[in-house]
């Protein structure tokens, strides 16, 4: 197996993913739509870091990694680094209070649809950039 056959796997998984969110976003279950965002921004930024032969390390937030080898993408790509990095930081912030609240913190009270929108649409611009990404190593 190559680094682009297990990237493409990746963002596979990414596209079912996405279309679990908008099914979660349509329920109006808006912190598990930032939950499980999350886990496709970390899995879409993760090829990404593959297709560059990038081993990607075992946590949450890589986006800092996409910026640290920014020059190993196309400059197309390399445009909206910043900003994927800025979406991976976010949710892995979000994550566990997303899923699992505190005693003061109730996660479906907290989350509304703008979390649940701005999680979702990071989401889709991240899988949209690997995707961009895979072609131009294609």
Not at 29 to 34: F, L, N, T
Not at 40 to 60: C, D, I, S
Not at 93 to 120: C, M
Request: proline share 3%.
């Amino acid at each position: 197996m190559t680094n682009v056959t297990l990237a493409q796997s990746y963002l596979n998984k990414c596209a079912v993913r996405l279309k679990a969110l908008r099914l979660l976003l349509s329920e109006q279950a808006y912190s598990d739509v930032v939950r499980e965002a999350q886990e496709v921004v970390e899995l879409a930024q993760k090829a990404m870091l593959r297709l560059v032969g990038v081993e990607p390390p075992k946590h949450n937030n890589v986006g800092y990694l996409l910026l640290e080898y920014r020059d190993m993408f196309t400059e197309d790509v390399r445009d909206e680094l910043e900003e994927l990095a800025e979406v991976s930081k976010w949710l892995r912030k979000e994550r566990e209070l997303a899923f699992y609240g505190d005693v003061d913190f109730i996660p479906t009270v907290e989350y509304g649809p703008a979390e649940a929108d701005r999680a979702f649409h990071g989401a889709h611009k991240t899988v949209a950039v690997a995707e961009r990404a895979l072609r131009s190593r294609a």
